[in-house]
């Protein structure tokens, strides 16, 4: 019997289509889980977005409006701490960096950013005060990071946790001790870094204490590397008269009970920017209060939830205007 090449030809060609067809149905498929750049991977984090609460805060008596009159004390009280709901529906990229300074000597800094912010983002330089960087410091970044910025924070005390506010003052003298001008230095290149290498399209600063006083300083010397600052706590940079020349938006969120400020000189410094500073200045002057309540790593700080709460909404409704 003859062979029929015309049939086997035909049935190859039949066999050639079906098989491109289910490569072509194979490949759709695969399509849908990975498309050979990061978009899939993308697609993978994005389930995983920061969930944060919009719950209101009501006022308190222990902050002034903006108008100064007083709010009312609301009912009732939530004890329950926010910083162990923090990271529950959250996903975090975390860094440590060293930073170079003076011929010779290295200082450890923390980065955390959102998982989720592919963009680049406004950055947020944050100087610890006289508890030194503690793991509660460390978590309260992620607060920030929660809210798109990209956080970082120099470990000022290289790695050593003060037992007491002696201790604590011995490490910041050892700061001093390398000239006021090496440490402007330092936190100047921090905030660059964290504008170079981090894809931070802004750098605002926010310090505590004595972070807060080197915030002002490090400010005032290099004029408008930063787009805005938030200082909490009172300092003795405000009673300069140089303070008035920041070219940049200011928050000072003040306790009247602090026993180391003269709330007196306080309202003048408000009454002296108010009038002669270039930019916005905000004072938040709260009472009843410990003068450490923002402060992550005290202790007995911890106890005022709600105060908390108010102090860093104020914060982020300053940030979210002039940090942008």
């Not at 928050?251 to 009970?257: G, L």
């Not at 026993?259 to 309202?267: F, G, L, N, Q």
């Not at 408000?270 to 905000?282: A, G, M, W, Y």
């Amino acid at each position: 019997m003859g062979v029929n090449h015309s049939e086997i030809f035909s049935s190859v060609r039949y066999l050639s289509v079906i098989l491109h067809l289910m490569v072509l149905q194979y490949a759709l498929l695969l399509g849908g889980c990975y498309d050979g750049s990061d978009r899939a991977q993308q697609r993978v984090q994005s389930q995983e977005r920061v969930s944060v609460s919009t719950e209101a805060i009501p006022p308190t008596r222990n902050i002034e409006s903006e108008e100064g009159q007083a709010g009312e004390v609301p009912e009732g009280g939530d004890d329950s701490s926010d910083s162990d709901q923090l990271t529950k529906n959250s996903a975090f990229i975390q860094k440590t960096i060293s930073l170079a300074y003076g011929s010779d000597s290295e200082l450890s800094a923390y980065f955390v950013r959102s998982s989720s912010q592919y963009q680049a983002g406004p950055g947020l330089l944050l100087l610890h005060g006289m508890t030194g960087m503690t793991e509660d410091f460390r978590t309260n970044m992620k607060r920030f990071a929660e809210k798109g910025y990209r956080v970082l924070a120099p470990d000022f005390f290289g790695g050593r946790i003060p037992l007491s506010k002696a201790d604590a003052q011995n490490y910041w003298e050892e700061l001093r001790s390398m000239g006021k001008g090496a440490l402007i230095s330092l936190i100047a290149s921090a905030g660059s870094y964290l504008f170079q290498k981090m894809e931070a399209k802004t750098v605002s600063v926010v310090g505590w204490d004595e972070g807060a006083y080197w915030a002002q300083e490090t400010v005032l010397a290099t004029k408008k590397q930063f787009r805005s600052m938030v200082a909490f706590g009172g300092s003795p940079l405000g009673l300069k008269p140089q303070v008035t020349e920041i070219p940049i938006p200011m928050m000072y969120i003040v306790v009247q009970d602090d026993p180391e400020i003269d709330i007196k000189e306080v309202i003048e410094l408000e009454n002296r920017l108010e009038t002669q500073s270039p930019k916005p200045v905000i004072f938040r002057k709260f009472h009843g209060v410990s003068p450490d309540f923002l402060d992550p790593s005290v202790p007995e700080a911890k106890k005022d939830q709600q105060n908390i709460r108010l102090g860093y909404q104020l914060t982020f409704e300053f940030l979210q205007k002039y940090s942008q």
